[in-house]
């Protein structure tokens, strides 16, 4: 069975003997060397030819986020020359000249530069141009990925996300307990931009004939559970959600969302908002795999679930037999249709 016959039945939770391996992004330079049979340093030359080797070699069906440049932010040690972000130890956060120290100063910089910015953009969007540079983006890397590899879709939907990697998390988190109107009008505005830019995307999927997939992917949770208070996030950020992501569930796309911490509390809510399934589960955080397996989509469908081992326990940690043991678990107590590995 070739790749795209593969990856659309499974897309379609059609019962096929086989299952889909998605994408496997590995840091470690040596080792994605050894997997492209390459000699020691080719990656870092030629970065892009040895990281869709590694892919091809793997045996990968399915890739949405093309990151060939990722493991060159880091090295056999480590990150060795990072620099520090809002979010990653950032001394000082300055934004258009304004220095981000406060609640107060993000609810000022949102109110003077970001909402007039989105507002701008709703104003000018243009659609004609957005589907033709979607199509144009995914048949780039398409063409690159070869027959082997089906492109699916990441990077160019979007939806109202919370702001900490722009205001670092104190002081966002700060400004989102204390002026929860001005976060909605942010999420309201994201929403309104977004719903444009998805029914741009909607018709790019049409006219590009891209398979029907598309991973969501913003982290809203870490090891505890939801960043925020989940009743707040009922109230405040899940109806811009809705909106913006429905011309896509009318197009017929199934999306899935990318899990990282423990979201427990946010699948039921995610399912009933129309998504379609999960990807990437962090067993040791919480996440009951098995338990989200069983749930059923609003339309009472099974889910579409891209699994895989952990990768902070059984991959760094584990022997051979411990990831094989894993797998079969993933497997059994997976969905019987519509199940990729990765």
Not at 69 to 81: A, F, K, R, T
Not at 88 to 110: F, Q, R, Y
Not at 185 to 191: D, I, K, M, T, V
Not at 213 to 229: E, F, Q
Request: glycine share 8%; hydrophobic share 40%.
């Amino acid at each position: 069975m070739e790749s795209k016959e593969l990856v659309v039945k499974t897309i379609n939770q059609e019962p096929i003997p086989y299952i889909p391996t998605a994408f496997c992004n590995i840091m470690e330079h040596k080792i994605i060397e050894r997997i492209a049979g390459v000699a020691p340093g080719c990656y870092r030359r030629e970065p892009e030819r040895v990281y869709i080797k590694c892919q091809q070699a793997i045996g990968v069906n399915m890739l949405d986020q093309f990151i060939p440049e990722n493991p060159l932010d880091m090295m056999e040690y480590g990150y060795e020359d990072y620099e520090m972000g809002p979010t990653t130890g950032a001394k000082h956060i300055m934004l258009d000249g304004m220095l981000i120290d406060s609640p107060e100063a993000v609810v000022s910089h949102l109110e003077s530069f970001a909402f007039p910015r989105l507002v701008k953009a709703i104003e000018e969007f243009d659609e004609e141009k957005r589907i033709n540079e979607i199509i144009k983006t995914e048949n780039e890397i398409q063409n690159k990925l070869g027959p082997e590899i089906v492109k699916a879709g990441y990077g160019f939907i979007s939806f109202p996300i919370l702001a900490y990697s722009t205001y670092g998390y104190e002081n966002y988190f700060m400004a989102y307990a204390l002026y929860p109107e001005v976060m909605e009008r942010h999420f309201s505005l994201q929403a309104d931009l977004a719903v444009l830019n998805n029914l741009a995307a909607a018709k790019a999927y049409q006219r590009g004939g891209f398979v029907p997939l598309y991973r969501l992917d913003h982290d809203m949770a870490d090891s505890r559970g939801t960043l925020v208070d989940i009743k707040t996030l009922d109230r405040l950020w899940f109806p811009h959600f809705e909106r913006s992501i429905a011309p896509l569930l009318d197009a017929g796309i199934k999306l899935i969302w990318h899990c990282d911490g423990n979201l427990m509390e946010m699948i039921p809510r995610l399912l009933e908002a129309g998504l379609a399934g999960f990807q990437g589960f962090q067993y040791e955080d919480g996440m009951d795999y098995e338990k989200i397996c069983r749930m059923k989509t609003r339309d009472g469908r099974d889910l579409i679930i891209w699994a895989g081992v952990s990768v902070t326990r059984t991959l760094p940690f584990g022997k051979p037999s411990d990831v094989k043991k894993e797998m079969e678990w993933l497997v059994e107590n997976g969905p019987k249709t519509g199940l990729f590995l990765g």
